[in-house]
T-cell receptor
Framework: SQKIEQNSEALNIQEGKTATLTCNYTNYSPAYLQWYRQDPGRGPVFLLLIRENEKEKRKERLKVTFDTTLKQSLFHITASQPADSATYLCALESGTGRRALTFGSGTRLQVQP | EPEVTQTPSHQVTQMGQEVILRCVPISNHLYFYWYRQILGQKVEFLVSFYNNEISEKSEIFDDQFSVERPDGSNFTLKIRSTKLEDSAMYFC??????????????FGPGTRLTVL
């Protein structure tokens, strides 16, 4: 069955630095991959979607890359701020014609002022 | 900006009781979903619903669970006889497009279900 791994359970960085989060997957070739932000006790908030034929996507200070050969996505937050502190989830659609999302366990980012 | 809403925010129930969790998806969305997240664990898919019927369900979604769209705006998840292990955050989500890679799921704030 498909497996998603977010390599770091937690990441601590200084304000102003770039945070880089990793999502790896196996046993599957998803058509697209999504990144969500989740704050404690809240629902996931959609950030970015990247398709299999896209190498990179940007939105303001966020950048996502998708390497289908390595089966890996990298999520970058540039000029990080304490308000970026949250858990970031990687999610893949589960298969052709299926809409269920399979989520990674998340990386908890803490940006220190 | 339109958003998914869920009620109640917190539900406490006794084991064996029935609960109904309610969701109002975004108004022009076509697909509806329920996910759950046990404390400290991953978000897990339960079920998706389209055109008034279940389109997918996971192994978690057994005969104790059911979903319904009782009117044009609400989407409900019923758990017939709750178990201790049903304690979790339950998230409703909805998406606009009927297919394709541009479909994004928008999540509600969740209902925290506590089974005693």
């Amino acid at each position: 069955s498909q497996k998603i791994e977010q390599n770091s359970e937690a990441l601590n960085i200084q304000e102003g630095k770039t945070a880089t989060l990793t999502c790896n997957y196996t046993n599957y070739s998803p058509a697209y991959l999504q990144w969500y932000r989740q704050d404690p006790g809240r629902g996931p908030v959609f950030l970015l979607l990247i398709r299999e034929n896209e190498k990179e996507k940007r939105k303001e200070r966020l950048k996502v890359t998708f390497d289908t050969t390595l089966k890996q996505s990298l999520f970058h937050i540039t000029a990080s701020q304490p308000a970026d502190s949250a858990t970031y989830l990687c999610a893949l659609e589960s298969g052709t014609g299926r809409r269920a999302l399979t989520f990674g366990s998340g990386t908890r980012l803490q940006v220190q002022p | 900006e339109p958003e998914v809403t869920q009620t109640p925010s917190h539900q406490v129930t006794q084991m064996g009781q029935e609960v109904i969790l309610r969701c109002v998806p975004i108004s022009n969305h076509l697909y509806f979903y329920w996910y759950r997240q046990i404390l400290g664990q991953k978000v897990e898919f339960l079920v998706s619903f389209y055109n008034n019927e279940i389109s997918e369900k996971s192994e978690i979604f057994d005969d104790q669970f059911s979903v319904e769209r009782p009117d044009g705006s609400n989407f409900t998840l019923k758990i017939r006889s709750t178990k201790l292990e049903d304690s979790a955050m339950y998230f409703c989500a909805s998406s606009r497009l009927s297919g394709g890679a541009t479909d994004t799921q928008y999540f509600g704030p969740g209902t925290r279900l506590t089974v005693l």
